[in-house]
């Protein structure tokens, strides 16, 4: 009900006023994620902006670079100030200051981290694709393209054009792409991993028979 003015007129409600219960009700702790994080203090960057950003999940980009300082240390607080001034309100181009400024702190990888990950660790394509692109953030100044053509490298030909099949002719590859091929199911996860199962198996035949002496394989 409209609150009581002490002259009998009845308070208005202002936009503050709406914007300010919305803030309480996403604050409440059923609508706030469980994600254990961690004060941002210069280094891990990249982990630091995987778990906020799943801290903050469902939020705009005003409002994730608005409660993003709770996640840093005091002392780097300032400096994080001026990178959130920067982004313009794009919390894409936050990570990527944020990145920039801070990767000589980060755990870095190498291409060679990149070129060592196998597909048959992971039970489903998408799972790979978001692990690949994990560590690739860590390598330095490794560009998107670069990017693709390394994960498709890790996949079989027939595979890599199933997943760039949505390109939509363009001759650039984009990890947009690829996510639009994850997403339409262009490589049937059930259907990988039986693939997967009867690769290991026959790989575990073939090492049992090229260990067994005096024993001939007949082929009919």
Sequence with gaps: MPEEMADGGRKLVT???LIDALDKH????SNVPKV???HFKGDRVSDWL?????????LSDEVKLQRVLRYVLHSHYREVTKVVDAAGGSWTKFGDLMRR??????????????????KEDFF??????????KKARKVHEIYEEAQCA??????????????????????????????????????DQVEQHQMRL???????????????????RIVT
């Design 36 to 38: 254990e994080t961690f």
């Design 50 to 58: 995987d778990l906020t950003e799943q801290a903050l999940v469902g």
């Design 150 to 187: 390394t994960f498709l490298g890790l996949l079989t030909g027939s595979e890599a054009t199933k997943l760039t099949k949505y390109g939509e002719g363009s001759e650039r590859l984009t990890w947009a792409t690829i996510d639009k091929g994850v997403e339409e199911g262009s490589l």
């Design 198 to 216: 009867q690769r290991r198996k026959r790989k575990e035949r073939d090492a049992t028979a090229s260990g067994t002496l005096g024993v001939k």
């Design 101 to 118: 400024k801070y990767r000589l702190g980060d755990d870095l990888l190498t291409m060679a981290d990149l070129e060592a990950m196998n």
């Design 124 to 133: 489903t394509i998408g799972a790979f694709v978001h692990e690949f692109k």
């Design 26 to 29: 996403e604050r409440a702790p």
């Design 15 to 17: 936009l503050d006023d």
